[in-house]
T-cell receptor, first 111, second 117 residues
Framework: RKEVEQDPGPFNVPEGATVAFNCTYS??????FFWYRQDCRKEPKLLMS???SGNEDGRFTAQLNRASQYISLLIRDSKLSDSATYLC????????????FGPGTRLSVLP | GAGVSQSPRYKVAKRGQDVALRCDPI?????LFWYQQALGQGPEFLTY????????KSGLPSDRFFAERPEGSVSTLKIQRTQQEDSAVYLC???????????????FGDGTRLSIL
């Protein structure tokens, strides 16, 4: 079993739709979590950190369920510019080393 | 510039040649990371530096891979006797100080796209 798993998609949704991505991780000792966004042939860029209490940034909401070792990302009112690959990232300890990336979920927002 | 800078952007080499990839982290960032990303996959960890000290090289796939950061700033990833399976995008990332703890995000460069013929 891979350390971090994601549904590869692609998710094809119309503009304005709400879409949710799921991510599971195997290391129960993992301490910090992130969502990164990667456009085609570009570098990964931090979208948001994921906190135990859940957090929201505009149209994006991230949730963490430690008991189920599960992270989610919800995008509301999706825009064409949201089309990208979304990478779930888990840090096994609390000291910023050795990020473990999921394979990514591709999202295409269609006009 | 303000971001992580990598060079070259693209590198084509013949099998068996040695290559060197450069990373210039964000100024003041103590921690530096190298990742390898194959097509359609997420980045995979190669090695990590705290200042000039290489604290983790567990992800380096073989002894043909070598990384250094002699002055605690710029880093070089060297691949000797390249093989076709080394073809990938090599990403460098930096963060303020991974020892501080908490959610320290990593900031990535554009990557070097390496193709071995």
């Amino acid at each position: 079993r891979k350390e971090v798993e994601q549904d590869p998609g692609p998710f094809n949704v119309p503009e304005g739709a709400t879409v949710a991505f799921n991510c599971t991780y195997s290391n129960s000792a993992s301490q910090s979590f992130f969502w990164y966004r990667q456009d085609c042939r570009k570098e990964p860029k931090l979208l948001m950190s994921v906190y135990s209490s859940g957090n929201e940034d505009g149209r994006f909401t991230a949730q963490l369920n430690r008991a189920s070792q599960y992270i989610s990302l919800l995008i509301r009112d999706s825009k064409l510019s949201d089309s990208a690959t979304y990478l779930c990232v888990v840090n096994p300890d609390n000291y910023g080393q050795n990020f473990v990336f999921g394979p990514g979920t591709r999202l295409s927002v269609l006009p | 510039g303000a971001g992580v800078s990598q060079s070259p952007r693209y590198k084509v080499a013949k099998r068996g040649q040695d290559v060197a990839l450069r990373c210039d982290p964000i100024s003041g960032h103590v921690s530096l990371f190298w990742y390898q990303q194959a097509l359609g996959q997420g980045p995979e960890f190669l090695t990590y530096f705290q200042n000039e000290a290489q604290l983790d090289k567990s992800g380096l796939p073989s002894d043909r891979f070598f990384a250094e950061r002699p002055e605690g700033s710029v880093s070089t990833l060297k691949i000797q006797r390249t093989q076709q399976e080394d073809s990938a995008v090599y990403l460098c990332a930096s963060s303020k100080d991974s020892r501080v703890g908490g959610n320290q995000p990593q900031h990535f460069g554009d990557g070097t796209r390496l193709s071995i013929l």
